[in-house]
């Protein structure tokens, strides 16, 4: 094997890859359905997204998770139709099935072979408008629902990552699983599950999606004589954000004992999906930790041998998401990797990144941007993203010319305004008999277990 391979550095961009995201026709339909269409005909496969614009969001206090359980028992029994029965056909004709809630959206998807779109279709439609949702079903989802929160505490990222949102998101609906919680869980009834598809799995503002071996006049005549019902906007207003901000001088340390790591999450609120800035921080994340070459991994992984990886992320959402640095650390290295992460952070704030990691950032997002969209899933996600977001036509088709516009300078504005070194939330959860000592040498502490109550030293 060579040794003059430089292994710190990615070899030049060549000419990129030609891409053109598929360009996709708009419906309107009878009903008031929205559908965006990509003809596809190369494979005799058909692929839908119905996706509804209530989410998570809307859960009532008391009650979160309600949109997750709701989505999940739509196949779970209908007017003609019990679970066995769905699942039997969907089997039979080889349908793929999938329905999930999300921070801005309700999801939900099928595939099938184009010869068999019109039975899909038909158990497609009547999953989603004839749900009759069955106590018994409702009590072993909740039952399963509640068995997987109880199951959190045995991954310590999960602990990590919902404590952090606990904590930086306060009484907003983000601070709160999307799942919901055991005691949220529990308060949930057939009622309230049959409530709030009344209230929000309406067709005037929902969008399906389609990719495939389908014409417009196919689709046309499906949704005609499958979807017939058309339901009233539902009446409800997103909270605004308000949340903790946390602060560097105080670490919040989860104690799992004989933890042979440190799993540490750093970060602040984001910025929303709409920013005008989205591209911007996009480019900035990665040249902080998005990649094998960002920053924080050449620091702490390659320099340090501090951890094995590291990442950083802009949670990009409708309502402002969290940006977070994560990484899972050596334990006797734990004080020194928080510090070096902050001062990545800070030094990110103070000076212009240089030519190299500009132009290794920009190559590889335009190099590996046209395997985004490979796959008909990947396309469906891509048109979900520009109507969730209210993006333009071709937001795909311009998306390297953007990235390749942005400046050092730009990039330098960009971090000043949305990267936050003094202004951090820090987790660190591993062994406290450990690490308790090494971390209150530098900064305020807490010592909370993994069920989120601080421990009483009286």
Not at 273 to 296: E, V, W
Request: net charge negative; charged share 25%.
């Amino acid at each position: 094997m060579p040794h003059d391979i430089e292994r710190n550095k990615i070899p030049p961009t060549g000419k990129l890859s030609p891409f053109n995201f598929p360009h996709f026709k708009r419906i309107c339909c009878e009903n008031g359905l929205k559908v965006l269409l990509v003809e596809h005909t190369s494979l005799p496969l058909v692929n839908l997204e119905l996706y509804f614009k209530a989410s998570a969001m809307v859960d009532p206090a008391g009650l979160e998770g309600l949109a997750s359980l709701t989505t999940e028992l739509l196949a779970e029994g209908t007017s003609s139709r019990n679970s066995e029965k769905i699942a039997n056909e969907l089997e039979h004709f080889g349908i793929e099935y999938s329905a999930y809630a999300d921070w801005d959206s309700i999801h939900i998807s099928l595939s099938t072979l184009s010869k068999y779109v019109d039975s899909a279709f038909e158990i497609y439609a009547d999953i989603i408008q004839n749900p009759i949702f069955p106590k018994s079903e409702v009590n072993r989802v909740k039952a399963e629902y509640i068995a997987e929160r109880q199951r959190v505490v045995d991954s310590i990222e999960k602990v990590v990552s919902e404590q952090f949102a606990e904590t930086l998101y306060g009484d907003f609906r983000y601070a709160t699983p999307l799942s919901g919680t055991i005691d949220s869980i529990k308060n949930i009834e057939q009622k309230d599950i049959k409530d709030f598809f009344k209230k929000y799995f309406y067709f005037k503002e929902a969008v399906l999606l389609v990719t495939g071996d389908i014409s417009e006049q196919q689709i046309k005549s499906l949704i005609k004589k499958y979807f017939t019902k058309k339901g009233n906007r539902p009446l409800y207003k997103i909270p605004s954000l308000t949340y903790n901000k946390g602060m560097t001088t105080a670490v919040r340390i989860i104690h799992k004992e004989k933890a042979q790591q440190t799993q540490v999450y750093i970060g602040h609120i984001g910025i929303e999906r709409t920013n005008p800035d989205h591209y911007k921080a996009l480019l900035l994340n990665q040249i902080i930790g998005g990649y094998f070459l960002s920053r924080l991994n050449m620091n702490l992984r390659q320099d340090k041998g501090y951890t094995y990886g590291i990442h950083s992320n802009f949670g990009f959402r409708k309502i402002t998401g969290p940006f977070i640095v994560s990484a899972a650390v050596q334990t006797e290295n734990t004080t020194a990797a928080i510090k070096e992460i902050i001062s990545e952070l800070r030094r990110i704030t103070e000076k212009a990144v240089s030519d190299e990691e500009l132009s290794n950032a920009k190559g590889y997002f335009t190099g590996v941007f046209p395997i985004a969209f490979e796959t008909a899933e990947q396309i469906l996600y891509g048109l979900a993203t520009i109507e969730t977001y209210g993006l333009n036509d071709d937001y795909f088709r311009s998306f390297r010319e953007k990235i390749d516009k942005i400046s050092k300078n730009d990039l330098l504005e960009a971090a000043k305004e949305y990267i936050h070194p003094d202004n951090l939330l820090i987790i660190a959860a591993g062994d406290r008999t450990q690490i308790e000592k090494l971390l209150s040498k530098s900064f305020n502490i807490e010592v909370y277990d993994l069920y989120g109550k601080l421990y009483d030293e009286s």
